[in-house]
């Protein structure tokens, strides 16, 4: 819960479409625009946790050159 609190301050606007995993996966994206766009993105498409998870992971891959 403290990271959840670090991660989205007070003032940050919550998504009632997000479940509490999708954050727990959020919470993960160090980069906060990053982690904005993955918000959005998985509210838009409509992502489950894992299609979120699996972008979140692909992406992360992608940057690493792996």
């Known amino acids: 819960m403290r990271q959840f609190y670090l991660t989205f301050p007070n003032g940050y606007a919550l998504r009632s479409e997000l479940s509490w995993t999708h954050y727990r996966l959020l919470m993960r994206v160090?980069?906060?625009n990053a982690r904005e766009f993955y918000m959005q993105e998985a509210v838009k498409s409509q992502w489950s946790?894992?299609?979120l998870e699996?972008?979140?992971d692909c992406q992360f891959k992608i940057s690493r050159g792996v």
């Open 30 to 32: 160090k980069n906060e």
């Open 49 to 51: 946790t894992r299609q």
């Open 54 to 56: 699996r972008q979140i």
